[in-house]
């Protein structure tokens, strides 16, 4: 891998402009101006102030992420208010993302997308997993909060996140790296060129670590069943594994009307974490990659407005060896093939572990016209038709299950029996396709009022169709004061696994469902005071209620849990942004959010943070150095009423980058320190693991980068 990157390195070298990336002028410019050049896409799906759109937008620049020393997606989304980033429970996906208490499997009701392209997972509209992605080829991620599928659809249902890359001419031509604790290494490169009338560009991000080595639990659920099965196969005390080897790269081609982006995200190596049973895996190992092809042609010059046609191609393939539990466990074990505590036919001992190697592989084919007009100077509409077509197959060995196990077995070695193509695999291959048509309109109808309303027809082929709405109302009465009132609802389209998903010994899916729905209710105050041009502050207050969100309910016919529309969650809140330059060297962040979610029965939503809050103050020492000290505080998150452990304790973890400019002529050199304080901090499991998930401790990476 390094050898391929230092050949595209040297082709960089010979082609790349020159250009300029001084990150400094944008740091020092005023809030006012600041504010004036902050533009948002995803909001409506055509580029307008971040004042003007019908939704919460909190939209972060490379220079503000980079003075941070964030490195990931992750890493810049605790920064956003209402926004909690933390761990999975029973998954190696790594990272979950919650917006206002909601995320779903493998944060499913978030909808991530690249410059307007979903990045998803085709079996649950999840993140992939073992998800860490870098943030070089990127200029920007705009986070809209709130219910989106008035013009993205299904799955935008929490709320949106959109990384924009660079356009022509405006990628710096740079290479860097990053060196540091748990033997992490990062290198990026960047580039753009010409070559006769086409355009060329180019960034890549590779990183590997091998984790926090001291995140050690001392049980899991091997320990809970080593107890009643009288076995020792637990492999506590152990670490968490979450070592990682991860290279993305983003292409693109232009030639007057035609752009052809090529995207692919690898994760060369993945720890399983906890497990995928919350029982330590070590042994375990995953490989996943994804690869996005897009082709856009703009027929602008033919019609009114901007008339543009995009087609895309997507696949992703997970390879995976896992050992559900270790050598040495022993299970009751019924006629079908699996773990039964009730009715069960004997006992059988995995002597080289509980084996699975789910390894699906997915493509989707994307067409869409998008049409966005001003039809008067007032009057800006935006229309897009599309049409979606989604396969997946799936490949599995194990060594349990039905077709396999019969509970007459006592001993079972690491011996697979493969299972793909029969019924007896984890998921049928499976096929979905649906249309859609979305329509925004955008009035100014006053000088201070703005009109914006949107609609959105989905038809899916096997769940039927949905009608989502959307309005929103904005009041400028001044240059700086802006009321925003918005409403809309949701959807987001049962998953492959939650409709079809059978053979498993903890889950099955259900193909009667229903769409999860939401509808919400939201004010937005974004208030600018300027003192010396240079105080902002806003008040987002918000009520929502989603319904038949999908649970997984036990049957006793079926001996197990089935998923079912039985779900609803409702929630109000409040989130307050403020940013402050007491001088023209020193800029302030400051947000807090505050959150009250329930489910059906009255009952707090558990390991959901009611309360967050997040500072940095950056300080422009002189035009060569420059430090940015944050940190995040995470309070009042509650158990399940069935979880009689102690209340998970309140947290706060800081980080500081310090850095030097220009050591030589486009030469930087940083340090960054995460977890400043070694502060010994949790994240909440589901009591599988009884002490919940230590978080990594301090990081410290030295960073380099040279610009040419």
């Known amino acids: 891998m390094l050898h391929c990157l230092k050949h595209i390195f040297l082709l960089l070298i010979l082609y790349c402009a020159q250009v300029s990336s001084n990150e400094l002028s944008f740091l020092e410019l005023s809030l006012e101006e600041l504010m004036k050049v902050k533009v948002v896409i995803a909001a409506s799906g055509f580029e307008q102030k971040t004042n003007r759109a019908p939704a919460t937008v ?84 705009e986070v809209i909060k709130g219910p989106g599928s008035a013009v993205y659809g299904a799955d935008a249902f929490a709320g949106i996140i959109n990384l924009v890359s660079y356009k022509k001419d405006e990628i710096p031509t740079q290479v860097g790296f990053r060196r540091g604790s748990f033997n992490t290494s990062d290198v990026f490169i960047s580039g753009g060129f010409d070559i006769d009338k086409s355009y060329f560009q180019l960034s890549i991000d590779y990183s590997k670590s091998q ?30 594994d979450e070592h990682y080897e991860v290279f993305n790269l983003l292409a693109k081609w232009q030639l007057n009307n035609w752009q ?23 042994k375990g190992s995953a490989f996943m990659h994804m690869e996005q092809i897009k082709l ?52 059988t001992l995995f002597e080289d572990g509980f084996i699975g190697t789910p390894s699906p592989e997915g493509d989707t084919v994307t067409f869409r016209l998008t049409h966005t007009l001003n039809v008067t100077n007032e009057h800006f509409l935006r229309w897009e038709i599309g049409y979606e077509e989604q396969s997946y197959k799936t490949r599995e060995s194990k060594n349990f299950g039905t077709g396999i196990l019969n509970g007459t077995q006592t001993v079972v ?27 925004q309109d955008e009035w100014q109808f006053r000088p201070d009022l703005l009109l914006n309303l949107g609609v959105r027809y989905d038809d899916y082929s096997d769940f039927g169709s949905t009608i989502n709405p959307r309005l929103g109302l904005i009041w400028q009465s001044s240059d700086t004061f802006t009321f925003k009132l918005f409403a809309g609802s949701a959807f987001k389209s049962p998953s492959f696994a939650q409709l079809y998903v059978r053979n498993n010994p903890a889950n099955l899916g259900n193909s009667s469902l229903q769409a999860e729905s939401i509808s919400t209710l939201e004010t937005g105050m974004n208030f600018e005071y ?8 806003s008040l987002n207050l918000f009520e929502y209620q989603a319904k038949d969100l999908v649970g997984f309910v036990f049957q006793a016919e079926r001996a197990g849990k089935v998923a079912q529309n039985v779900g609803e969650q409702k929630a109000k809140g409040l989130e307050f942004w403020l940013k402050w330059k007491p001088k023209n060297n020193i800029t302030v962040d400051f947000n807090y959010s505050n959150l009250s979610a329930k489910d059906e029965s009255g009952q707090a939503i558990a390991d959901i943070p009611q309360q967050m809050a997040y500072a940095s103050l950056n300080w422009l020492i002189n035009d060569k150095w420059q430090w940015t000290i944050d940190g995040k505080w995470i309070a009042d998150r509650d158990r399940t009423l069935s979880d009689l452990r102690e209340k998970l304790p309140n947290y706060g973890k800081i980080n500081s980058k ?24 949790k994240e909440p499991s589901n009591g599988n693991i009884a002490e919940d998930y230590p978080l990594s401790g301090r990081q410290v990476l030295l960073e380099m980068s040279y610009r040419f």
């Open 58 to 141: 909190t939209v972060i620049t490379a220079p503000e992420w980079r003075a941070k020393g964030a490195r990931t997606l992750s890493d810049v989304l605790t920064t956003v208010p209402g926004f909690h980033v933390s761990k999975p429970q029973a998954d190696f996906n790594h990272t979950k993302f919650t917006i206002r208490g909601l995320s779903g499997d493998g944060s499913s009701r978030v909808k991530l997308l690249i410059d307007g392209e979903p990045l998803e997972l085709i079996q649950n509209g999840g993140l992939p997993i073992g998800f860490h992605f870098f943030l070089h080829n990127y200029k920007r991620i």
């Open 211 to 240: 984790g926090d080595q001291n995140r050690v639990v001392t049980s899991d659920l091997q320990s809970i069943f080593d107890n009643i099965f009288n076995t020792s196969a637990s492999l506590t005390p152990g670490v968490i």
């Open 260 to 282: 052809l982006d090529y995207f692919t995200w690898r994760n060369f190596d993945i720890g399983t974490g906890a497990g995928v049973a919350q029982s330590l895996d070590p």
């Open 296 to 347: 856009k042609y703009d027929f602008s010059d033919l019609i009114t407005g901007n008339l543009e046609l995009t087609a895309s191609v997507k696949t992703q393939e997970t390879e995976s060896y896992l050992n559900v539990f270790p050598s040495g466990s022993r299970f009751p074990i019924d006629t079908s093939g699996n773990i039964n505590f009730v009715d069960f036919v004997g006992m």
């Open 413 to 439: 070695t690491n011996k697979l029996t493969d299972v793909t193509g029969t019924e007896f695999v984890y998921l049928p291959n499976i096929k979905r396709h649906f249309s859609y048509l979305s329509l």
């Open 530 to 537: 300027q003192v010396s041009q240079n105080l902002l502050f």
């Open 658 to 681: 310090i850095e030097r400019f220009n050591v030589i002529k486009g030469l930087d050199v940083a340090m960054i320190i995460n977890n400043l304080f070694d502060k010994q901090t």
